[in-house]
């Protein structure tokens, strides 16, 4: 059974830091997704990662995908206040997307 | 492209009404997925349609839940009796024809049942 593991849960962060938020699961799989939920609103495609060593970016967020470390990462270049959400990572097995709990980040001022 | 609608966006009941919850996939796509988001139990997969055939209700949480999708292009899930704890938000999702796992939310229906 695929299990997806996010971590941390919750995160705090300075405006202009630097983090990232992790994604582990269970068994093998080349293709994971990373959604955004802004707080009262649905899902939204953030990015997708199709094979060994994907790499997208998208303004101050980039998202990589390590299929043998089974390991996904969301990395946060210089936080603003824009991106205060919650993330999701997704991984595709044999079944639907199975998905994490989700990343609820704030980034004060 | 219009993308999945869902009907009511807000829905307020008492306890013991049956509730209708609806969803238009997107165009094309061949998969339908039933979520529901709360802040305790996160978001969870109730059932899931390919090519309008329920394929996995293991997420169903009683048999007072109950989905349909009567053809490609509509889908319900009905609550009967609703109680407080159905209280939630439901997300339907849909994805494409076999190739692509991606998934694609409606707005949700945040369903108050008291």
């Not at chain 1, 593991?5 to 938020?21: A, C, H, R, V």
Request: net charge neutral; hydrophobic share 35%; proline share 5%.
């Amino acid at each position: 059974e695929l299990k997806v593991e996010q971590n941390p849960l919750f995160l705090s962060m300075q405006e202009g830091k630097n983090y990232t938020i992790y994604c582990n699961y269970s068994t093998t799989s080349d293709r994971l997704y990373w959604y955004r939920q802004d707080p009262g609103k649905s899902l939204e495609s953030l990015f997708v990662l199709l094979s060994n060593g994907a790499v997208k970016q998208e303004g101050r967020l980039m998202a990589s995908l390590d299929t043998k470390a089974r390991l996904s990462t969301l990395h946060i270049t210089a936080a603003v206040h824009d991106l205060s959400a919650t993330y999701f990572c997704a991984v595709a097995g044999n079944t639907p997307l199975v998905f994490g709990k989700g990343t609820r980040l704030s980034v004060i001022a | 492209d219009a993308g999945v609608i869902q009907s009511p966006r807000h829905e307020v009941t008492e306890m013991g009404q049956e509730v209708t919850l609806r969803c238009k996939p997107i165009s094309g796509h061949n998969s339908l997925f039933w979520y529901r988001q709360t802040m305790m139990r996160g978001l969870e997969l109730l059932i899931y349609f390919n090519n309008n055939v329920p394929i996995d209700d293991s997420g169903m949480p009683e048999d007072r839940f109950s989905a349909k999708m009567p053809n490609a292009s509509f889908s319900t899930l009905k609550i009967q009796p609703s109680e407080p704890r159905d209280s939630a938000v439901y997300f339907c999702a849909s994805s494409p024809s076999s190739g692509s796992d991606e998934q694609f939310f409606g707005p949700g229906t945040r369903l108050t049942v008291l």
